[in-house]
Nanobody
Framework: QVQLVESGGGLVQAGGSLRLSCALK????????MGWFRQAPGKEREFVAA????????NYADSVKGRFTISRPDAKDTVYLQKNSLTPEDTAVYYC?????????????????WGKGALVTVSS
């Protein structure tokens, strides 16, 4: 059974930091590009960040550049999203996704696998 298991969500004050983790189970992690998306209350899901197989290339939404960092130590079969300088606008359910096609990662339209989501709430 294939699973993406997210952890690390929670409540944090504005200006604070939080790290999300996502473990891929049931598939060979190193063969997948990994990404993070988020959906704020009343809004559509949006792309946040992605990292290619091997980790040499990353892509970020403009709204998080310079504040969020995606990484993937393949030995742990896990992708991380380090989030710094958080604002209330970052409040959302964050979803992890995996797909073998790097070029469609930012669209989120054809991900092979999705996690169930982790709620992040940033208080002002």
């Amino acid at each position: 059974q294939v699973q993406l298991v997210e952890s690390g969500g929670g409540l944090v004050q504005a200006g604070g930091s939080l790290r999300l983790s996502c473990a891929l189970k049931g598939r060979t992690f190193a063969t997948y590009a990994m990404g993070w998306f988020r959906q704020a209350p009343g809004k559509e899901r949006e792309f946040v960040a992605a990292i290619i197989r091997g980790g040499a290339t990353t892509n970020y939404a403009d709204s998080v550049k310079g504040r969020f960092t995606i990484s993937r130590p393949d030995a742990k079969d896990t992708v991380y999203l380090q989030k710094n300088s958080l604002t209330p606008e970052d409040t959302a359910v964050y979803y992890c996704a995996a797909d073998q096609n790097w070029f469609t990662m930012d669209s989120g339209s054809s991900m092979a696998y999705w996690g169930k989501g982790a709620l992040v709430t940033v208080s002002s």
